[in-house]
């Protein structure tokens, strides 16, 4: 498995941006896709965006097209979520997430390793 480390979550108020970042250990990193996942308070824990192993095909929730951007860079082993116009819908805390193999696309039950989460605020 992958170990993930999710970094750069905070408070920030409605129309800002944040940048969370996600360390990976392994040298499997670039082979496999990468996803991040959010959950709010008393809500199911739901897909936001993912990306495959060299960055050349990306995919959205709906309600975040077009305001986020995920992005890797495999020489690092860190991939990226890049959050613009934040919404305080968006508060949750945002997961990172490693594919089990390398196939794309990639449903949920692909991702087989998670990291332990970071905490977001979007205040109105």
């Known amino acids: 498995q992958v170990q993930l480390v999710e970094s750069g979550g905070g408070l920030v108020q409605a129309g800002g941006s944040l940048r969370l970042s996600c360390a990976a250990s392994g040298r499997t990193f670039s082979s496999l896709p990468m996803g991040w996942f959010r959950q709010a308070p008393g809500k199911e824990r739901e897909f936001v965006a993912a990306i495959s192993r060299r960055g050349t095909y990306t995919n959205y929730a709906d309600s975040v097209k077009g305001r986020f951007t995920i992005s890797r860079d495999n020489a690092k082993n860190t991939v990226y979520l890049q959050m613009n116009s934040l919404k305080p819908e968006d508060t949750a805390v945002y997961y990172c997430?490693?594919?089990?193999?390398?196939?794309?696309?990639?449903?949920?039950?692909?991702?087989?390793?998670w990291g332990q989460g970071t905490q977001v605020t979007v205040s109105s």
């Open positions: 997430a490693a594919g089990s193999g390398s196939s794309w696309p990639i449903s949920r039950g692909g991702f087989g390793s």
